[in-house]
Nanobody
């Protein structure tokens, strides 16, 4: 069982930055690929970024490439999402998720956090 708790969301002006964190419980964090998803009001949840077990591989949605960076610290059981050059369209609830396998479909992720709100004002 893995419990995920996101933090770091908030209100920021367009062009600003935020860093999200997702802390995982348990001693098996390194056995999970981690990902960030987001869901804007009235829209479906969408993939943002993913990182492999040791952090050697990453994957990003086209909409965030070059602006967002996913990273992880297995010693701290934490995954991060550094978000730069934020745009109003990045406004959403951001969720972290964990799965033993790499880049599985959204609906196959085993564990989810409760989400953290990110609001980007224009």
């Amino acid at each position: 069982q893995v419990q995920l708790v996101e933090s770091g969301g908030g209100l920021v002006q367009a062009g600003g930055s935020l860093r999200l964190s997702c802390a995982a419980s348990g001693r098996t964090f390194s056995r999970y690929c981690m990902a960030w998803f987001r869901q804007a009001p009235g829209k479906e949840r969408e993939f943002v970024a993913a990182i492999s077990w040791s952090g050697g591989n990453t994957n990003y949605a086209d909409s965030v490439k070059g602006r967002f960076t996913i990273s992880r610290d297995n010693a701290k059981n934490t995954v991060y999402l550094q978000m730069n050059s934020l745009k109003p369209e990045d406004t959403a609830v951001y969720y972290c998720a964990a799965d033993p396998f790499w880049l599985v479909p959204l609906y196959e992720y085993d564990y989810w956090g409760q989400g953290t709100q990110v609001t980007v004002s224009s």
